[in-house]
């Protein structure tokens, strides 16, 4: 009788025994080539490893400027990430089935790499996920502007009302930080043209130097002027410089400003949803004509609004900047 292997020497003896066979494995297809997923006599088989979800971030813009506001995303983490933008701590809240962060470049920031570091928690131990935005020139334009002295040194009559203005504004400022009170992309507050982007450096009379932290909408006087998303009514006003002011907190240390308005048709504590008419178009406090001037601040700093129509906050990063109107860049 041939020589038994010892492998079918093995088998046989658990077949004569009753001892239930382990599952044989694949013989090779072709010899001196083994077959897929097969594990030879006295081999371990492979560890499968499942896919390790990890936590991913994202920002907008990605190709920022100076003065512009930056939306920060993370997806896949377990709880509520940490982070900072050049130093600056974020302060995230829960977010269309992830978490966010609303920051902010200052207008003197300068072109170049701006570091973003943010450590999240996803199935393990925290994973530090470092990004970079890429500033580029802000591109402000310089202008010099001839008006009536009044407007360059207020007289000191008005000195006790403009610090009673500057109080309000702190207050106003001053909410606690809460998830954000909106759910849909910023739309444009008038559809009208831009007579003054944000960031303009000023020269009044050719001595007084000022930069434009707003965008002017062109507009005359009695024209509808309505909420850029939905908030809580946070100012109602008339003051010195601004004249007739609404300011809207949306939550996320976000808030819009609505200045010099001929009539304010919302009280303090209003809430107030996209599209929902504050006032009209006028020229209250230190202007020389009719317009409106729409600012956003977005973590203690103004930025451009323009740029904050460009945030996708919807989780649909293919159509940025959803907008129910959208008017473009005229001459002043």
Do not use: C
Request: hydrophobic share 40%.
């Amino acid at each position: 009788m041939p020589a038994r292997t010892p492998s079918a020497a093995l088998v046989l003896s658990l077949l004569a025994t009753g001892t239930p066979a382990l599952a044989a494995t694949p013989a090779p297809a072709t010899p001196g080539v083994r077959a897929p997923g097969a594990v030879l006599p006295g081999e371990l088989a492979p560890l499968k490893v499942a896919p390790v979800d990890r936590p991913h971030l994202s920002l907008q813009p990605a190709n920022p400027k100076p003065g512009d506001p930056v939306l920060v995303t993370v997806r896949g983490a377990s709880a509520l990430p940490t982070g900072t933008v050049a130093g600056r701590p974020l302060r995230f809240f829960a977010w269309n089935n992830g978490y966010a962060a609303l920051t902010s470049l200052p207008v003197e920031q300068t072109e170049g790499s701006v570091p973003v570091d943010v450590t999240a928690v996803g199935r393990g131990l925290p994973v530090l996920l470092s990004g970079a935005l890429t500033v580029g020139a802000p591109g402000f334009r310089e202008r010099e502007l001839k008006v009536a002295n009044k407007y360059v040194s207020p007289p000191k009559a008005v000195k006790a009302r403009m610090e009673a203005d500057r109080k309000a504004f702190a207050a106003a400022f001053a909410q606690p930080f809460q998830a954000p009170l909106f759910g849909q992309n910023f739309a444009w507050p008038r559809e009208a043209t831009v007579t003054a982007p944000f960031g303009d450096r000023r020269s009044f009379n050719g001595k007084l130097q000022t930069q434009h932290f707003g965008v002017d909408l062109d507009g005359a006087t009695g024209s509808p002027v309505v909420a850029a998303n939905d908030g809580t009514v946070v100012m109602s006003r008339d003051n010195y410089a601004s004249g007739n002011t609404v300011l809207v907190h949306h939550g996320a240390g976000l808030f819009t400003a609505y200045f010099h308005l001929s009539r304010i048709d919302v009280k303090e504590g209003a809430k107030v949803k996209q599209g929902e008419a504050l006032g009209l178009v006028g020229s209250t406090g230190r202007v020389t004509g009719p317009h409106l001037h729409w600012g956003v601040k977005a973590d203690d700093r103004w930025v451009d609004g323009q740029t904050l129509l460009k945030l996708d906050f919807t989780g649909a990063p293919e159509t940025p900047g959803v907008a129910t109107n959208a008017p473009g860049l005229g001459s002043p």
